[in-house]
């Protein structure tokens, strides 16, 4: 392995250079007027695959935007990875809180601050190098296989069928994403849960035109107050859900689990300064940690109606809108609670509007094994490069397609991030750390190394 390790010594500056070719393709899966720079961040991912030391690469158009896809087989007797990636990112907006241009990687004080360094460009590229410093080394000890999407950020919905009709392509023994958080630097983790999600859509419509707050106002139900009541009735004092059945399957944790969970590292004084607040919140009895990763959760994305431009229009307006997400954990499903929360809202409805709920997208929480080989693996990988053991933890975000590569493939995936909560992914000024960049093309080989050496 120490081949591999001088090469990549050898052409970090190379490595970096190629990560920001990458980030200045804008693109933003979410909105059409980027379908362009879609193909063309796949096309990018497709030759430097080649570059790296890929037998087979290919562009998977679908009914939306491209999938790229590459393997190397070494021998078919030999264990496989599939790594999974995604090259798509979360619009940039708003453009004007950005210290820099979003589309225009920079290095501030040792972190790469633009859209995608961290979520997921900068991760899922780290598996390009580290596959291309063992493939030129020929230190590569297991098949691999690449499958990089476009469409994480919005649900994944080309994903299923294509799995569908290329599961013997894909067929793995171990799915490797990095896609997820370190506790801090020099406390490695590892994820071990993930929560699942529930993401709606509700509109509510009061008159049949917006109407002059003046003439009409006291006497219209104005659809915007109406939603934010509504709203305000999703939680009581104690932070708790109100959605009738929201907690009936929630997995509580046992006081030794909560104890184990305690162990690791947090500082609520500096949890608090770096976000620039003077309090939290959050459901009653449970620490910080705890509301972030096993506990349930409903927030408001996005609020709009009436008018918001520069100045005054004084309207009563026909319609609000709000994009409302639940993270859920682990016997919760996403179906189940958006036909929950449906009924909820539409009951607590005041009379003179009417509401409507449209689900976008969902995911199902997950718990991975600590006693699998992956797991194994990827513990003995980053305490050789860390030189300490990781702590096993669960994030409070979602990756709907653990579950899906789960269900339709029977693979179990292993997640080995490096990001930090600090790199304000799907926020302005989005960062990704130099140290998390490189010691994430470290460490990739040597999973790869112990996995096949555990799989014997």
């Not at 693109?27 to 379908?35: F, L, N, R």
Request: aromatic letters at 10%.
């Amino acid at each position: 392995m120490q081949q591999t390790q001088n090469y990549i010594q050898a052409n970090k500056q190379r490595f970096l250079d190629e990560l920001f070719e990458l980030i200045r393709i804008p693109s933003v899966s979410a909105a059409a007027e980027y379908k362009d720079n879609m193909l063309r961040a796949a096309t990018f991912i497709e030759q430097q695959l080649q570059q790296a030391g890929a037998d087979r690469t290919e562009i998977c158009f679908t009914n939306h935007h491209p999938i790229v896809y590459a393997e190397k087989i070494i021998a078919p007797q030999l264990p496989t990875v599939l790594v999974y990636g995604h090259y798509d990112v979360q619009p940039a907006d708003p453009i004007e809180l950005w210290d820099s241009p979003p589309f225009e990687p920079i290095i501030k004080n040792g972190k790469i601050y633009a859209r995608g360094a961290c979520d997921d460009k900068g991760q899922m590229y780290m598996h390009i190098k580290a596959f291309e410093a063992m493939t030129a080394t020929k230190e590569l000890p297991c098949n691999v296989k690449f499958i990089i999407e476009g469409e994480e950020e919005i649900g994944s919905e080309s994903l299923p069928y294509f799995i569908q009709q290329n599961a013997e392509k894909l067929k793995a023994d171990v799915l490797l994403i990095s896609d997820t958080n370190m506790i801090a630097n020099d406390v490695p983790s590892i994820t071990v849960g993930l929560r699942g999600i529930t993401y709606v859509q509700v509109e509510v419509s009061g008159p049949n035109r917006d109407l002059h707050s003046g003439t009409y106002g006291g006497a219209v139900v104005n659809p915007i107050n109406a939603l934010c009541e509504m709203i305000a009735k999703l939680k009581d004092t104690d932070g708790r859900i109100t959605i009738p059945g929201f907690y009936d399957k929630v997995v509580e944790l046992s006081a030794t689990e909560r104890a184990s969970m305690a162990e690791a590292p947090f500082d609520v004084a500096t949890y608090k300064a770096d976000l620039g607040v003077e309090a939290l919140a959050g459901e009653k009895g449970y620490s910080v940690p705890e509301l972030t990763s096993i506990r349930p959760t409903l927030d408001v994305n996005g609020i709009w109606g009436g008018y918001t431009g520069e100045g005054s229009k004084t309207v009563i307006p026909a319609k609000a809108y709000a994009k409302i997400s639940m993270r859920l954990v682990p016997n919760q499903t996403s179906a189940e609670i958006a036909q929950q929360f449906t009924e909820h809202f539409k009951a607590i409805a005041p009379k003179g509007v009417q509401v409507k709920v449209d689900f976008h997208h969902g995911a199902e929480p997950i718990v991975t094994s600590v006693g699998s080989i992956a797991y194994k693996a990827a513990e003995m990988a980053m305490e050789k490069t860390f030189g300490k053991k990781p702590i096993p933890q669960r994030s409070g975000g979602s990756i709907p397609v653990v579950q899906l590569f789960n269900d339709m493939l029977g693979v179990n995936a292993v997640l080995m991030g490096f990001g930090l909560d600090s790199d304000a992914i799907h926020s302005p000024n989005e960062n990704f750390g130099l140290f998390n960049y490189y010691k994430g093309i470290e460490t990739i080989p040597y999973f790869y190394y112990y996995f096949a050496e555990l799989s014997k």
